[in-house]
């Protein structure tokens, strides 16, 4: 005769048996999370290699979120830090320039 604290142990196990599997479901889709966010050229690919690692026990899934990681649509591609100059930013090097340039001839008029 089994009692009632043997269904509430089964019904446990089950449950946590679900929430892993919803676990392992749910992070195949990461990746793709972070490509959609950063506007990845490669997004479609990304979620489908994303649904490939679950088949392959997650063995992409490292490589998967650094391919997702290293798009930036102000970058580009990689994690070299050089932005995309605005157009204030290249108006004001362009202003710079002049002035240096402007100094430079002085200097070498012979008056400052």
Known sequence: MRGPLEYVALVVLILV????????VAMCDVPHRM???????????IRIAGWFSLFVLHALEPFLW???????????????GKAAP???TTAELTELRQRVAELERRQSAGGV
Do not use: C, N
Request: net charge neutral; aromatic share 14%.
């Open 86 to 88: 605005d157009e204030a």
């Open 66 to 80: 650094i391919w997702a990681s290293l798009y930036d649509p102000k970058r580009g591609w990689g994690f070299s």
């Open 17 to 24: 048996a679900l929430t892993i599997v919803y676990g392992m």
């Open 35 to 45: 490509a959609k966010k950063r506007d990845h050229p490669h997004q479609d690919a």
